[in-house]
């Protein structure tokens, strides 16, 4: 997934298509359900996408979206249209990690459960949960995330990983892109139902770091994000999740 265009406003175009076909796609999965949000940095500018506090996650469109500064303030907001309270985690996720580019929170509960137990770490167990061997740190704080202050806490929770939980309340995933970002909140969730699973029928068996150096020897991320992405957007196509006109942003 590259741009085509150098144009500032046709990429944000383009990425407003992509947030609302993500977050239309993570709701159609029971994903992202009623609450929690996608964002993505505009290139070149400290300001990100985010929909509107009480935006439909299941009728989000790319005009909705709101353009919010890492101040976590919104241009042009209004008491209608104004950023989740929990803009913080994306702001200040944004804020530390320069490598990041698209961030997701939401409330995932089979998930959410593993940060709830003391003897079932949520682990990899999965072959494409290698993504986060270096780490699925949980937060200690159940709080919503209002402030900057704690959304500072939430960035250094998550530290160089890629994810994280937050005890008795969700999750947040990081990624490289948009598409990344959907693939990864994918298999976040698959990791997360098989080690549930595989608890319940017995003493579970982690990913090696073995195993995870041979997979990753021969996996291409690049290849596999194209590769799932065409998947999930062309069944959002086949679907009606949102119009044919979406295309060219979405399949480039």
């Given amino acids: 997934m590259s741009a085509t265009s150098k144009d500032p406003s046709e990429i944000e175009q383009r990425l407003r298509k992509q947030v609302a076909a993500v977050t239309l796609l993570l709701n159609d999965e029971d994903i992202i359900g009623y609450s929690g949000h996608i964002t993505t940095l505009l290139p070149g500018r400290d300001e990100f996408l985010i929909q509107p506090i009480d935006q439909s996650r299941a009728a989000l469109e790319p005009e909705q979206l709101l353009v919010c500064g890492l101040d976590g303030k919104a241009r042009g907001a209004t008491n209608q249209r104004r950023p989740p309270s929990e803009v913080?985690?994306?702001?200040?996720?944004?804020?530390?990690?320069p490598d990041v580019k698209a961030v997701a929170h939401f409330h995932h509960d089979l998930t959410t459960t593993f940060s709830l137990v003391e003897d079932i770490p949520l682990r990899p167990v999965k072959n494409h949960a290698v993504r986060w061997e270096s780490g699925i740190p949980t937060h200690p704080d159940p709080s919503h995330v209002s402030t900057a202050a704690?959304?500072?806490?939430?960035a250094a929770t998550l530290g160089p990983?890629?994810?994280l939980l937050i005890r008795a309340h969700g999750e947040v995933i990081v990624a490289e892109s948009l598409p990344a970002l959907l693939v990864d909140c994918v298999h976040f969730v698959e990791n997360?139902?098989?080690?549930y699973r595989a608890a319940t029928l017995g003493k579970v068996k982690p990913l090696t770091e073995a195993e995870m150096d041979a997979f990753r020897h021969d996996f291409i991320r690049d290849r596999h994000v194209d590769k799932l992405w065409q998947y999930y957007v062309g069944r959002g196509f086949a679907r009606g999740l949102y119009p044919q006109s979406w295309e060219p942003a979405l399949m480039q």
């Fill in 88 to 97: 913080f985690i994306h702001s200040e996720i944004y804020r530390v990690r």
């Fill in 150 to 154: 704690l959304g500072r806490n939430v």
């Fill in 161 to 163: 990983h890629h994810c």
């Fill in 192 to 195: 997360a139902v098989a080690l």
